[in-house]
């Protein structure tokens, strides 16, 4: 696919505008800093992005930056990142968060920091319940969950079901998920609806093939942002991220925080998404 262009975090100093993100200060439970609250309060609510998807990058050159020898040491500290940005989604109105946790291609790390990953998700699983339930969040999964052992498989149920009734922001964890593999199950699935006569093949158009991706209720992200820097999409969300705003950021995930999700939208809003047409003069 085209290489997109290059966004980095750097945006000029914003105008503090009343009309448009005063009204999300009430919201904020934490205390902000100035420049937190210069950025958030230029936020427009009425052009948000209905869903945000985040490949977080860059947990392991931030330990080893630091001279940790265990890349484990970024994973944990790349938690409170996950944190933050929940909870300032849900602040700001954002429908949908996706975040692309494990890929299937991450099988192939060593079995150690696999283990440690699995574990890290099982006890942010255990301790963010009561965290998921005060903001209205509720935590669905993308990606092959059979892959997933047991005990990861029965946090994930029991999280879901505890934040089930939840009607603000859908946390969307990508776990053993790989863009590629979601069409390939999604061509399986049609091709077993067609040879058991419940679809006809004529019927079969994008809009059709997009229900049968893992959560097609969530929409195509509108803005999907890359941490550390690097320029590429790393399988993630192929089919739906076909005319979505790209925003790169050097920031290391571990590192990421509200100032750098509020750039990342005010660089969104100053977009002029097309969607292939041209605009008329």
């Known amino acids: 696919m085209p290489q997109p262009t290059r ?5 000029k100093t914003p105008v503090n505008n ?3 993100g005063e009204c999300f200060l009430g919201k904020v439970r934490d205390e902000l800093n100035e420049v937190e609250r210069e950025l958030l309060v230029s936020i427009d609510p009425a052009k948000l992005p209905h869903h945000v998807a985040i490949i977080m990058d860059g ?3 931030w330990a080893k930056q630091r001279g940790y020898l265990d890349r484990i040491r970024g994973h944990e500290a790349g938690i409170e990142s996950v944190r933050v940005a929940v909870r300032a989604c849900g602040e700001l109105g954002v ?3 996706t975040l692309y946790a494990f890929s299937v291609e991450n099988w192939k790390r060593p079995k150690r920091e696999v283990d440690a990953l699995m ?3 099982k006890r942010f699983l255990r301790d963010e319940i009561p965290e998921l339930n005060e903001n209205n969040v509720r935590l669905v999964v993308s990606g092959r969950v059979n892959d997933l052992s047991e005990d ?3 946090e994930l149920s029991r999280t879901m079901e505890a934040t089930s009734p939840n009607t603000g922001l859908v946390l969307n ?5 790989g863009g590629r593999a979601e069409i390939v199950d999604a061509v399986r699935a049609i091709v077993e609806d067609v040879q058991s006569g419940r679809l006809a093949p004529d019927n079969i158009n994008e809009a059709l093939f997009s229900q049968y991706l893992y959560h097609p209720e969530l929409g195509d992200p509108d803005l999907l942002i890359r941490t550390s820097g690097e320029m590429r999409v ?3 969300l192929l089919w739906q991220i076909a005319y979505t705003e790209f925003y790169v950021t050097p920031v290391l995930w571990p590192d990421f925080r509200r100032a750098d999700l509020y750039r990342a939208i005010l660089d969104y809003q100053r977009r002029e998404r097309r969607f292939g047409e041209v605009k008329e003069v």
């Open 7 to 11: 966004r980095v975090a750097i945006v």
């Open 18 to 20: 009343p009309h448009k």
């Open 59 to 61: 947990n392991g050159r």
């Open 95 to 97: 429908k949908a968060l």
């Open 119 to 121: 574990g890290l998700l």
């Open 152 to 154: 990861v498989r029965a």
């Open 173 to 177: 964890l990508a776990l053993s998920y």
């Open 234 to 236: 790393s399988n993630f």
